[in-house]
C-alpha cells in the first residue's frame, strides 16, 4: 500500500518541533465547538498538558504555548476554509 501524496511530501519536523506537534495532536479535541464556529485550544488545557508531560517552567511553557497557538490557528484557518466550501452551492 502506497503512501496517500500528501503525507509522502512533507517535511520532516525537526526533533525539537515533535514535543510540540505531540501537545497540539493530543489538545486538538479540547477546543469548544460553539453554532459552527470553532474555537482555540484553551489556555489551560495546554498548561494541564504540559505539567502531566513535565515541562518546567514559565519558558518551557510559554514556548509550548506559543507552538500550540500557531498550530491551532492554522488548523482554524484551514478548517474554517473547508467548512466555507462545504456550505457552498
Known amino acids: 500500500m502506497a503512501f496517500p501524496e500528501a503525507l509522502a511530501t512533507q517535511p520532516d519536523l525537526p526533533g525539537e518541533l515533535l514535543f510540540a506537534w505531540g501537545a497540539f495532536f493530543d489538545l486538538r479535541d479540547d477546543r469548544p465547538m460553539m453554532a459552527g464556529a470553532i474555537g482555540r485550544i484553551p489556555f489551560m488545557a495546554i498548561e494541564k498538558w504540559a505539567e502531566r508531560h513535565g515541562v518546567l517552567g514559565a519558558d518551557q511553557l510559554d514556548r509550548l504555548v506559543t507552538l500550540v497557538r500557531a498550530m491551532d490557528?492554522?488548523?482554524?484557518k484551514?478548517?474554517?476554509?473547508?467548512i466555507k466550501a462545504a456550505a457552498r452551492p
Open 73 to 76: 490557528d492554522e488548523w482554524i
Open 78 to 82: 484551514i478548517e474554517a476554509e473547508r
